[in-house]
């Protein structure tokens, strides 16, 4: 930096970056399209990349917090679903349940039966807070 020259504020900094010649010309194209300075979109690449990082920090402090209390749905359940998904006999979404165990949600045209063998032993032997799992 020129010794004359001085950040905008005492709070910001001047920092240089080199950039190829491609990503330079289409950077060059969309600040053009948008109607902006290259500067201008170059000043707020990296406060919008540090709002995201944080946005997505805060939200995996969440699913950890929602795992230690036990607000999750298993694998197993998930797979089931995903599997039913555009068939015949589609399954509900399967809900965060108590105890860290999802509540099942019996539909008419998905009977206990229809799951994979391990699957209903799975379920058949899973009692507890939520209480028994019932066929239907």
Do not use: Y
Not at 1 to 16: E, Q
Not at 20 to 44: C, H, Q, S, Y
Request: glycine share 8%.
């Amino acid at each position: 930096m020129p010794d004359d020259a001085t950040p905008p504020s005492p709070a910001m900094r001047i920092v240089t970056m080199e950039m190829d010649a491609e990503d330079d010309a289409f950077l060059e194209g969309v600040t053009r399209n948008m109607g902006v300075p290259k500067a201008e979109l170059l000043r707020e690449a990296p406060r919008d990349h540090a709002a995201g990082q944080r946005r997505d920090m805060e939200l995996i402090r969440k699913g950890l917090r929602d795992i230690e209390a036990g607000r999750t749905v298993s694998h197993e359940d998930i797979a089931a679903w995903i599997d039913s998904l555009g068939t015949e006999h589609e399954m509900p979404r399967p809900e965060r349940g108590c105890a860290g165990r999802p509540r099942l949600r019996a539909t008419p045209t998905r009977c206990f039966a229809s799951f994979p063998a391990t699957t209903r032993r799975r379920r058949a032997s899973s009692s507890g807070a939520c209480g028994p799992l019932r066929e239907h």
